[in-house]
C-alpha cells in the first residue's frame, strides 16, 4: 500500500518535472516537513500563550495610577508595534544573543542559554503582545467605571477588580480583534526563519533547495499548513467566543 | 477613641468637596445615630450624590472630616477595606456585575474579599434573594432581571457583607414607577429592622414615611434639615419652600 502510493509520486515526479513530491516517497524529506510543520505548531502556541499574557500584564500596568508605570507600557507598545518584527527578530538573535552567557558541555562548545528558537519566542510574543495590549486595552475601557466602582465598593482591590470584574468584560470585547492579531502571529512565525529556527518555512526551502523540482509542491505545503492552522485558530476562538456569551448581555 | 453606639455612627464635620476649581460641597455637617433613616433631599446638582460617595470614599474630599464608627474615612492609613466592610452602597444604575448570575453576585465579595466559606455564603445568599423577594432567581443573569429586579439584587449583594450602614444612591431614579415600590419597600423593611440607612431620593412621599431626619441641600450647603412632619409642613428657608412647592 504504502510502496503504491511512493511509485505513485516517484513515477509522477518523473513525468511532471515541476511537481516533485519528494516528500511523500523520501523519508528524509518527509521527516523535514513532519518537524517543520511541528517546530511551527510549538512557536505558535506558545506565543500565542505568551503574547495573551503579557496583553493581560500590558492592560492591567496601563490602568496603573503610577505614571512612570504606564510611560514604560506605551514605550514597550510604540517600540513593538512600530518597527519590522523581521528587524526585532534580528535584533533579538544577534544583538542581544551576543550579550547572553554561554555554557559549554563538554569544554569545547559554547552554547548560548538561550537558543534561536528562544528568542524567536521571546521575539514573536513581545511582537504580537503589543498589539495585544491595546486590544485588550479597548476592551477594559469598554467596562462602565461605575461597575468597577460598585466593585471598590465592596471592598475589592483594584487588582481583584480588574481580575475578576474588568478582565472578564473586557475579554468579552476584544476577542474579535483578539482573533485578528493571533491569526497575523501565526503567520508571522514564517519569519523566525531569519534566526534559522527550522519551521516550516525554513524547512521547506531547505529541501527546495537540495530538489528544485519540489518547489511548487512545498508552496503547496505552506498554503495548506497554514490555512489549516489558522482555521484551526478560528474555529477555538469562535467557539471560546460562543462559551462566554453572556444570556441578555449585549457584547 | 474607640465607638460606642451612644455616638453617631456617621459623624460629617464642615466637609468641603471640589472637582477641579467646581466647588461641589461647601461646609456640610450631619449627624446620623445607629439604626436611624436619614434622607437627603434636594435639586439636581446640589451634591447630594457626591456626599454620600464621600462617606465611602469613592470621593475624596478637600476638607472637613467624615467618621464612620468613630474612624476618620478621608485618612492616607485607612483600610479601605474596613470602611467598606461597614459602608454598602447601592447605586442608580445598580451596577450588576452582567457576567454573573444573581447568586453569583451576592456571594462575590464575601468569597473573593471576606475568604468566607463557600457553601456557608451560598447559603446567605439565597435567603438574601428570598428576603428581598426574588426567590427562584438565583441562576439568572443581570441581563435578564428587570430594573426593579436588578436592583433588588444589588441591595442583596451588598447586605451580603453584612454592613452596618447602607447608603442608597437614587436608587429608584432608573425605574419605572411600577417598580419603584418594590424597590421602595425592600428599603423599608431594612429600616424596620433597625438598619442604618442613608438615602438620596427624590421620592418624596416615601422620604415622609420612612425617613427619621429629612436634610435638604442646594448648591452644596444643607439649607434645611428636621423631622419629616416639621421639614415637610413646616418648611422655612424660602428655597426649601419654593422645591417642595415644585414637588408636592
Known sequence: MLDAFQDFFRAFAADHPAWNFVFFYEERQWGQVISGLWMTIKLSVVCVIFSVIIGIVGAAMQGSNSRVVRGIVNAYIQFFRNTPPFVQLLFFYFALGSFTPTYSPDGWLEIPIISNVGWAIISLSFFAGAFNVEIFRAGVEAVPESTQEASEALGFTRMQTFGYIVLPLALRVSIPSLNNNLVNLVKTTTQAFVIAVPELLYESITIWNDFPSAQNPMMLVLFVAYLSLVGILVMGMNSWERSMRIPGYGV | ?248
Request: with cysteine.
Open chain 2, 1 to 248: 477613641m474607640t465607638w460606642t453606639p451612644d455616638h453617631p455612627i456617621v459623624s460629617i464635620r464642615d466637609v468641603e468637596k471640589s472637582f477641579g476649581t467646581l466647588k461641589v460641597l461647601k461646609g456640610i455637617s450631619m449627624d446620623v445615630m445607629k439604626g436611624e433613616v436619614i434622607c437627603i433631599i434636594g435639586p439636581s446638582g446640589s451634591g447630594k450624590s457626591t456626599l454620600i460617595r464621600c462617606i465611602n470614599a469613592l470621593n475624596d474630599i478637600q476638607g472637613g472630616s467624615i467618621t464612620v464608627e468613630g474612624q476618620e474615612v478621608h485618612d492616607h492609613k485607612l483600610d479601605k477595606l474596613a470602611l467598606r466592610r461597614k459602608v454598602g452602597m447601592v447605586f442608580q444604575q445598580y451596577n450588576l456585575f452582567p457576567h454573573k448570575t444573581a447568586l453569583e453576585n451576592i456571594m462575590m465579595a464575601p468569597v473573593k474579599v471576606l475568604k468566607e466559606d463557600k457553601a456557608k455564603v451560598a447559603e446567605r445568599a439565597r435567603s438574601l434573594l428570598k428576603k428581598v423577594r426574588l426567590e427562584g432567581k438565583e441562576d439568572s443573569y443581570p441581563g435578564e432581571l428587570s430594573g426593579g429586579q436588578q436592583q433588588r439584587v444589588a441591595i442583596a449583594r451588598s447586605l451580603a457583607m453584612n454592613p452596618d450602614v447602607m447608603l442608597f444612591d437614587e436608587v429608584t431614579a432608573a425605574l419605572d414607577p411600577e417598580t419603584v415600590k418594590e424597590v421602595l419597600v425592600t428599603i423599608k423593611d431594612l429600616a424596620a429592622e433597625g438598619m442604618t440607612c442613608i438615602l438620596v431620593t427624590h421620592e418624596m412621599g416615601f422620604a415622609r414615611e420612612v425617613a427619621d431626619h429629612i436634610y435638604f441641600t442646594d448648591k452644596g450647603v444643607i439649607v434645611e434639615h428636621g423631622p419629616p412632619t416639621t421639614f415637610f409642613d413646616n418648611a422655612k428657608d424660602p428655597r426649601t419652600k419654593e422645591f417642595l412647592s415644585q414637588i408636592l
